[in-house]
């Protein structure tokens, strides 16, 4: 891999660890609004952290990242009045079609989570390619879990030797003990981290943040 691969950091919640994430180097703050998710911020909540993003990260680029599932206008009207995020990212069941629409009608780049198992048809992915700016290869979900932020990984070898027309992130289950790991199997041009750099379930861990972090990209450069 050429340079250091880009981190985000997913389901930041409080200055704290946004802080951290940004002193560290993350190229990428997620603002999950998915209220099934331990993660999820308000939207008060998430109009600091935004600001917090926008004047600390000086001459840096850090993006914002909405998260949202399966999300209709009405709800994607109001967040992105109010917080303006760089990027959304779809983490549901959106159709391309879908991808596409928000795409064109929110002007910004939209980033598409797809859930992999060992069943996956990669087929499915041209037509995300042609609506997405970025594709998130995530694991699967158990059925009636949450869509992500789950700590499960999946075979990364199954992505090993596929080329896409969009950059793409890796996510699921990915730790500061194990990114080098997966970052040895494959060359993402992201990498994505929620419940691997976290003490408890939704809590993130600025220790944690910064081993990930510096594992990333130290491995990379």
């Not at 911020?41 to 600001?51: D, M, Y």
């Not at 943040?209 to 450069?221: C, E, R």
Request: one cysteine or more; proline letters at 6%; a neutral charge.
């Amino acid at each position: 891999m050429s340079g250091a691969v880009q981190v985000k950091i997913c389901g930041i919640k409080d200055v704290v660890n946004l802080d951290a994430a940004i002193d560290c180097g993350a190229d990428y703050i997620g603002l999950v609004f998915y209220p099934a998710s331990p993660r999820s911020v308000s939207i008060e909540q998430a109009r600091i952290l935004s600001k917090r993003v926008s004047d600390r990260a000086g001459s840096k680029k850090v993006s914002r990242v909405g998260l949202f599932v399966d999300p209709d206008d009405s709800f994607l009207n109001t967040i992105i009045e109010a917080v303006s995020p760089d990027f959304i990212q779809l983490h549901g069941n959106e159709t391309p079609e879908r991808v596409q629409v928000v795409s064109e009608r929110y002007k910004r780049p939209v980033i598409k989570g797809l859930a992999v198992d060992d069943a996956f048809n990669f087929n499915l992915v041209r037509p995300y390619e042609e609506a997405a700016d970025w594709l998130l290869f995530d694991a699967k979900p158990i059925p009636g879990g949450l869509p992500g932020g789950t700590g499960q990984r999946f075979d990364w070898s199954l992505l090993k030797g596929l080329a896409f027309a969009k950059p793409w992130m890796l996510s699921g289950g990915l730790t500061p003990e194990n990114v080098g790991e997966a970052l040895s199997v494959l060359t993402p041009d992201a990498v994505d981290v929620s419940s691997g750099v976290e003490s408890a379930r939704g809590v993130k861990d600025p220790d944690k943040i910064k081993a990930f972090i510096k594992a990333a990209k130290g491995f990379s450069v």
